[in-house]
């Protein structure tokens, strides 16, 4: 398994899991509990991770540098069939064109 994503807030994980999730790619997410405990291991080893398998690794890594990409925060409308669509989505759900193919 390899780690490609971490981050404090389990939110973000979640979103980044679904954005794998979106792209066909099954992800394990550890340290779900972690976060706030006390200890003696560094802060960032005690955030959310996501982990893949090793083959899909750089797969993952592209998904979510796309997702990082598009733009946060706005709505925007797919060009092939007019459906307007959340920020969190990158691809239409409607007839499946990728935001990231339009830029
Ligand atoms: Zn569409």
Not at 72 to 86: R, Y
Request: charge should be negative; hydrophobic fraction near 45%.
């Amino acid at each position: 398994m390899k780690r490609v994503f971490r981050a404090a807030s389990l939110l973000q994980v979640a979103h980044a899991r679904n954005v794998l999730l979106s792209a066909g790619i099954q992800s394990e997410l550890r340290n779900q509990y972690l976060a706030g405990a006390l200890g003696d291991l560094p802060m960032m080893e005690t955030w959310p991770q996501l982990y893949v398998d090793d083959g899909d690794e750089q797969v993952a890594l592209r998904a979510l540098a796309r997702a990082a990409a598009a733009p946060v925060g706005a709505a925007w409308t797919c060009e092939d069939c007019g459906e307007v669509l959340e920020p969190q989505f990158t691809s239409c759900w409607r007839c499946g064109t990728s935001v990231s193919d339009k830029h």
